[in-house]
Each structure stands twice: as structure tokens, then as C-alpha cells.
């Protein structure tokens, strides 16, 4: 008889060695099958774009001693930021003062401009202003109208220079008016300009000159001068001059009006 027991030994004996192998390996094959499976990430939400953009203005003035006197101004800017199809700005602004506890100022304004084919270098827009002053003995002054705009030069990162012409009706309802009421059509021709002198630093300008049609005497005249500064991301530091002109105004008020302020502007 033959003793098979010689030719099971060295099997046997590789038994240890074999095992931990073949458990090994298929552990392996996973781990490399797991590996080699990409992992896409999960999809990012796109953020929305901003519509509307809004800006307040505050200035405060206040002195004591020989004579008490505050002075209280503010502004309120909404501006539509998409401007595929029009351009909408709506602004809003009050003064008050008071000196020895009387009144010694009071303004109103507001305006609203539409243009439609804001990317055209001609485009059709809508204008509408209304203002009331107890001291210009204006209980309301309204005009309204349309025309075209004229784009002369426009980098957003840079500046922008546009002048329009327009026709309005004027209605005014003042204290010292026979009648107490008054219409008329006036001419409206606009001068907007804006020129970043650095990243933080704009300079703009506007220029309205208002005369009644057919006679260049009878005229309305604005000029607004503005430096930002920005000082954060969302506030700056805002210095401005404007002069007004009525070329008739009711009796006892005089024809120039200048205010010059500094105060904080605020984007909301």
C-alpha cells in the first residue's frame, strides 16, 4: 500500500498561508471596485439676481448757543437693476428746519423716471416730478411728460454722459396765484453725468433747465452736484451742492434756492 500522508503534508502545511490570502483579496477588489466609482457632488443652487436696489440718505444739522437751529434732511433712492427691457428710478426727498422754535424750512420732492430700451443709444422715457415748498409759497408743482434720451458715452466701470429733451405739462398750485392754480407746457432738457474717479470715489451731475414753450423768460432751473465715498461695502459718505432757480416766482420769494449737505448714504 502507498502512504498518501507524504503528498497531503505540504499542503497542509501552505493551509495557514492560503487562507488569509483568499480573505484578503476579495476585500480588496472590493475596496478598489468602491474606489474607482466617481462621486459627483450635489448640485449648487444658482443665486438669484438682485431686482431692486434701495438707498437711503441722512443728514442732520444741529447748533446751539447764540442760536438754536436744526436741520433735518433725508432721501430715499429705488432703482430697477434689470435692465433688459427699461430703467426705473424712483427717488423721494424732504427737508425740515426749525430756528427758535420756528420753522424755518420745508421741502418736499419726488420723481419718477421710465426709460424704455435702456441699451439703445436712442431710447424714449417718461418723467414725472412733483414738489411742495410752504416758503416758495408752492402748495404743489407737478410735471409730467416724455421724450428721448440721447446716450453720448456709457462704461458701467467707468462713467456714463446722456442728455434728453422732452415736452412737459406743468400744473402749480400756489398761495400767491390770482387764480390759485396755473398750467402750462414747458420744454424739459436734462443733463445726467457720472465719472468714477476711483473704485470708491464717484462724482455725478445733473442739470434740468424747465422753460415754458414760448418764451425762454418764464423758466425752471435745477443743477445737482454729487462725491460719494464709499466707505464699506454698503455705506458712503455722500457731499452734495444744489441750486435751484425759479425765474418767476410768487411775490416776496426770491428766485435762488442753494443747499449744500453731507451726510450718510445707506444701500438697503
Do not use: C
Amino acid at each position: 500500500m502507498h502512504d498518501h500522508t507524504l503528498f497531503r503534508r505540504p499542503a497542509a502545511r501552505l493551509l495557514p498561508f492560503i487562507l488569509p490570502i483568499a480573505v484578503v483579496l476579495p476585500g480588496s477588489v472590493a475596496a478598489q471596485d468602491d474606489a474607482v466609482v466617481p462621486t459627483e457632488p450635489p448640485p449648487q443652487e444658482q443665486p438669484k439676481p438682485d431686482r431692486w436696489r434701495a438707498a437711503a440718505e441722512l443728514t442732520l444739522t444741529e447748533a446751539s448757543g447764540n442760536q438754536d437751529v436744526s436741520m433735518f434732511t433725508t432721501a430715499f433712492t429705488l432703482e430697477h437693476l434689470q435692465r433688459e427691457l427699461f430703467r426705473l428710478i424712483l427717488k423721494a426727498q424732504a427737508r425740515y428746519g426749525r430756528s427758535e422754535g420756528d420753522r424755518v424750512a420745508e421741502n418736499y420732492r419726488a420723481s419718477l423716471d421710465l426709460d424704455l430700451s435702456p441699451g439703445a443709444r436712442v431710447a424714449p422715457f417718461l418723467h414725472t416730478s412733483a414738489e411742495r415748498d410752504p416758503f416758495k409759497r408752492l402748495d404743489l408743482r407737478m410735471n409730467s411728460g416724455a421724450g428721448a434720451r440721447f446716450r453720448l458715452y456709457e462704461k458701467p466701470d467707468t462713467g456714463n454722459l446722456s442728455i434728453s429733451l422732452g415736452v412737459l405739462h406743468s400744473y402749480e398750485t400756489a398761495a400767491a396765484a390770482v387764480n390759485g392754480t396755473s398750467q402750462m407746457a414747458r420744454v424739459n432738457a436734462q443733463l445726467h453725468a457720472m465719472q468714477k474717479l476711483t473704485d470708491d470715489v464717484t462724482l455725478t451731475h445733473q442739470s434740468e433747465y424747465q422753460p415754458a414753450y414760448g418764451t425762454i423768460d418764464d423758466y425752471l432751473l435745477t443743477m445737482n452736484t454729487s462725491l460719494r465715498v464709499l466707505l464699506t461695502k454698503r455705506v458712503a459718505l455722500s457731499i452734495s451742492h444744489e441750486f435751484d432757480r425759479d425765474s418767476r416766482p410768487a411775490e416776496e420769494v426770491r428766485k435762488d434756492d442753494r443747499l449744500l449737505k453731507a451726510g450718510v448714504l445707506i444701500e438697503l
